[in-house]
């Protein structure tokens, strides 16, 4: 099946700055493709080229097979909700919906069937004829992606949605955005800095890092084996230790504390100083076993951090003053965990990752 977007060698300059550095990705029909990455990578720049709104400086962009670079934003196949939802207040749910079919010269039977169509796909049945203000911002954010969908697509472009929206409505919204995606079977393309959205929504996630994608995968891969130091520091927790490298085959490290542990090189590098990444919740308490393949350690309890079932702990790691977050798992084997505990630890050597160090 041919790609519903083919993004070759994208690039896009602002005098001497470049927001978007030489892109090649394909996005697959019915997919939930999302592009994570911090404020200024260039997210927002690479979805406006998409929609027609900035012209690329070079490269090309083909939607369902067809070269965009001749096609305004108002003749191509995509919709784009933006974060503030740009619905219109002076008019109903049903006439924000119609709206663009309306422009489309659609007739009046044919708008009224699809929008109550969509009313209902989107669990709006029964509120077309309620204003704006009358809804919570949920429902508008379901009005906003209606009034999209009912156009009927090729791509649905998503800039940040959610991040008007308070904590527990976006993790509402999350699931709901995730079932509605699968159920209208249009592809979504989703911009985000948050990275829970994009690993709990989508099929494949591009980390995306000044103006390149770091690296393109499924969620889980992305979390389990980050290619590159940024994507291993901004996917998940991690705990970063710098090491010295002992020997290379197998690969042994010390941290500057003297603590001497197996590690997996990621990426290739000469050097002996690198940086170890080890995640909070890959650190098992208590541990007395494993074989040769696990490091051992004692932590020492510094502080609970209590967050239900994300509670973690702040421990030192053997004689050290050096600090690592732990996972705490729920039950009750560690209720009885206190500050100025002392506990067996240990990590198997496929979760201590090392990177080369970025430079000072």
Do not use: W
């Amino acid at each position: 099946m041919a790609p519903v977007l083919e993004i070759q060698n994208l690039r896009k300059e602002f005098d001497a700055f470049t927001a978007v550095d030489t892109l090649n990705f394909q996005v697959e029909e019915g997919s939930f493709f999302s592009i994570l990455g911090p404020s200024g990578c260039g997210k927002t720049t690479l979805l406006r080229m998409i929609a027609g709104f900035q012209e690329p400086t070079s490269g090309t962009l083909c939607i369902r097979g067809r070269d965009m670079s001749e096609v305004p934003p108002n003749r191509r196949p995509v919709n784009l909700v933006f974060q503030n939802l740009a619905l219109f207040p002076m008019m109903n749910v049903q006439e924000n919906i119609a709206f663009g079919l309306k422009r489309q010269g659609v007739g009046k039977d044919e708008i009224r069937k699809r929008v109550d169509a969509m009313l209902e796909r989107v669990d709006l049945t029964g509120y077309g004829k309620k204003n704006i203000s009358q809804l919570s911002g949920g429902q508008k954010q379901r009005v906003a992606i209606a009034r999209s969908l009912v156009l009927e697509p090729s791509l649905l472009l998503l800039d940040e949605p959610l991040g008007a929206l308070d904590l527990k409505l976006r993790e509402q919204m999350k699931i709901e955005l995730k079932k509605l995606q699968a159920e209208v079977g249009t592809t979504f393309m989703y911009i985000t800095h948050d990275q829970s959205e994009a690993l709990v929504m989508s099929d494949r996630v591009a980390v995306m890092n000044r103006g390149r994608f770091e690296q393109i995968d499924s969620p889980r891969n992305l979390y389990a084996n980050p290619a590159t130091r940024f994507v291993a520091g901004f996917v998940g927790e991690t705990n970063i230790l710098p090491v010295s490298v002992v020997s290379r085959s197998p690969l042994k490290v010390v941290t500057s504390f003297g603590l001497e542990l197996q590690a997996t090189q990621v990426n290739d590098s000469s050097s002996d100083e690198l940086d170890l990444f080890i995640r909070p919740e890959a650190i098992i308490l208590q541990h007395d076993g494993g074989g040769d393949d696990f490091n051992r350690f004692s932590l020492t309890v510094r502080n609970i951090l209590f967050d239900g079932s994300n509670t973690k702990i702040l421990a030192t790691i053997g004689a050290s003053d050096y600090e690592l977050t732990v996972a705490l798992p729920q039950n009750e084997q560690f209720a009885h965990i206190g500050k100025g505990d002392v506990i067996d630890a240990g990590v198997h050597l496929s979760s201590c990752r090392c990177y080369p160090r970025e430079a000072a």
